[in-house]
Protein backbone atom coordinates (compact mmCIF):
# COMPACT_ATOMS: atom_id res chain seq x y z
CA UNK A 1 0.00 0.00 0.00
CA UNK A 2 1.39 3.52 -1.06
CA UNK A 3 -0.32 6.57 0.08
CA UNK A 4 0.43 10.37 -1.17
CA UNK A 5 -0.73 13.33 0.20
CA UNK A 6 -0.94 16.77 -1.12
CA UNK A 7 -2.70 19.94 -1.32
CA UNK A 8 -1.56 21.80 1.84
CA UNK A 9 -0.09 25.38 1.55
CA UNK A 10 -0.22 28.54 3.37
CA UNK A 11 -4.14 30.37 3.79
CA UNK A 12 -5.56 32.99 5.65
CA UNK A 13 -7.43 32.06 9.22
CA UNK A 14 -11.50 31.73 8.19
CA UNK A 15 -10.14 30.41 4.75
CA UNK A 16 -10.60 26.63 3.21
CA UNK A 17 -8.07 23.63 1.66
CA UNK A 18 -8.90 20.81 0.42
CA UNK A 19 -6.41 17.96 0.86
CA UNK A 20 -5.76 14.86 -1.20
CA UNK A 21 -4.51 11.36 -0.56
CA UNK A 22 -4.11 9.32 -3.36
CA UNK A 23 -3.57 5.85 -2.39
CA UNK A 24 -2.58 2.39 -4.39
CA UNK A 25 -2.83 -1.02 -3.58
CA UNK A 26 -5.46 -1.28 -1.03
CA UNK A 27 -6.10 -5.14 -2.13
CA UNK A 28 -9.91 -4.76 -0.66
CA UNK A 29 -12.79 -2.69 0.69
CA UNK A 30 -12.00 -3.97 4.53
CA UNK A 31 -9.21 -0.75 4.81
CA UNK A 32 -9.67 2.00 6.68
CA UNK A 33 -7.74 5.62 5.80
CA UNK A 34 -7.04 8.22 7.99
CA UNK A 35 -5.79 12.01 8.34
CA UNK A 36 -3.68 12.85 11.21
CA UNK A 37 -1.82 16.20 11.69
CA UNK A 38 1.40 16.65 13.92
CA UNK A 39 2.19 20.48 15.36
CA UNK A 40 5.94 21.45 15.70
CA UNK A 41 6.94 20.19 19.13
CA UNK A 42 3.65 17.69 19.52
CA UNK A 43 2.55 14.71 18.95
CA UNK A 44 0.26 13.32 15.85
CA UNK A 45 -3.32 13.48 16.65
CA UNK A 46 -6.55 12.36 15.09
CA UNK A 47 -8.06 14.40 12.62
CA UNK A 48 -10.44 11.80 10.75
CA UNK A 49 -10.99 8.41 8.99
CA UNK A 50 -13.16 6.78 6.14
CA UNK A 51 -13.34 3.21 5.62
CA UNK A 52 -12.25 2.45 1.85
CA UNK A 53 -15.38 1.63 0.67
CA UNK A 54 -16.71 5.16 1.73
CA UNK A 55 -19.66 4.02 3.76
CA UNK A 56 -18.22 5.11 7.22
CA UNK A 57 -16.26 8.24 8.59
CA UNK A 58 -15.23 9.25 11.90
CA UNK A 59 -14.13 12.25 12.83
CA UNK A 60 -11.98 13.80 16.21
CA UNK A 61 -14.67 15.76 18.25
CA UNK A 62 -13.04 18.83 18.28
CA UNK A 63 -13.41 18.97 14.15
CA UNK A 64 -16.99 18.07 13.62
CA UNK A 65 -18.48 20.44 11.62
CA UNK A 66 -15.33 21.76 10.02
CA UNK A 67 -13.39 19.25 8.42
CA UNK A 68 -15.30 16.91 5.97
CA UNK A 69 -13.85 13.47 4.90
CA UNK A 70 -14.66 11.78 1.60
CA UNK A 71 -13.73 9.17 -0.91
CA UNK A 72 -13.63 8.80 -4.52
CA UNK A 73 -13.31 5.27 -5.70
CA UNK A 74 -12.69 6.04 -9.36
CA UNK A 75 -9.79 8.05 -8.39
CA UNK A 76 -8.31 5.97 -4.97
CA UNK A 77 -8.58 9.11 -3.67
CA UNK A 78 -9.18 10.40 -0.33
CA UNK A 79 -10.31 13.62 0.56
CA UNK A 80 -10.23 15.95 3.72
CA UNK A 81 -11.55 19.21 3.03
CA UNK A 82 -11.09 22.04 5.84
CA UNK A 83 -13.05 24.95 6.08
CA UNK A 84 -12.69 28.28 8.77
CA UNK A 85 -9.45 27.39 9.16
CA UNK A 86 -7.55 28.54 12.26
CA UNK A 87 -3.97 29.47 13.22
CA UNK A 88 -4.09 26.43 15.18
CA UNK A 89 -4.76 23.97 12.46
CA UNK A 90 -1.38 24.28 11.31
CA UNK A 91 0.46 21.27 11.15
CA UNK A 92 1.44 18.59 8.93
CA UNK A 93 -1.01 16.46 7.47
CA UNK A 94 -0.23 12.73 7.53
CA UNK A 95 -2.71 10.43 5.61
CA UNK A 96 -2.41 6.67 6.71
CA UNK A 97 -4.15 3.32 6.09
CA UNK A 98 -4.89 0.30 7.66
CA UNK A 99 -6.81 -2.92 7.77
CA UNK A 100 -10.44 -2.38 9.02
CA UNK A 101 -12.03 -5.30 10.87
CA UNK A 102 -15.97 -5.63 10.75
CA UNK A 103 -16.38 -2.27 8.53
CA UNK A 104 -14.84 -0.44 11.43
CA UNK A 105 -13.41 3.10 11.15
CA UNK A 106 -13.15 4.27 14.76
CA UNK A 107 -9.35 3.85 14.89
CA UNK A 108 -8.63 7.32 16.48
CA UNK A 109 -4.66 6.16 17.28
CA UNK A 110 -1.67 6.68 14.62
CA UNK A 111 0.15 3.63 15.77
CA UNK A 112 -2.58 1.79 14.94
CA UNK A 113 -2.33 2.72 11.41
CA UNK A 114 0.65 0.25 9.37
CA UNK A 115 1.14 2.30 6.47
CA UNK A 116 1.67 6.31 6.01
CA UNK A 117 2.21 9.11 3.07
CA UNK A 118 4.86 11.52 3.46
CA UNK A 119 2.84 14.70 4.69
CA UNK A 120 1.89 17.90 2.82
CA UNK A 121 2.29 21.35 5.44
CA UNK A 122 -1.10 23.34 6.24
CA UNK A 123 0.06 26.85 7.33
CA UNK A 124 -2.81 29.60 8.81
CA UNK A 125 -2.19 32.86 9.29
CA UNK A 126 -4.16 35.51 11.85
Known amino acids: VQLQASGGGSVQAGGSLRLSCVAS????????VGWFRQAPGKERVFVAAISWSGGSTFYADQLKGRFTISRDKDKNTVYLQMNSLKPEDTAVYFC????????????????????WGQGTQVTVSS
Open 25 to 32: GIPSDSYA
Open 96 to 115: AARVAYDGSVVYATANNYHY
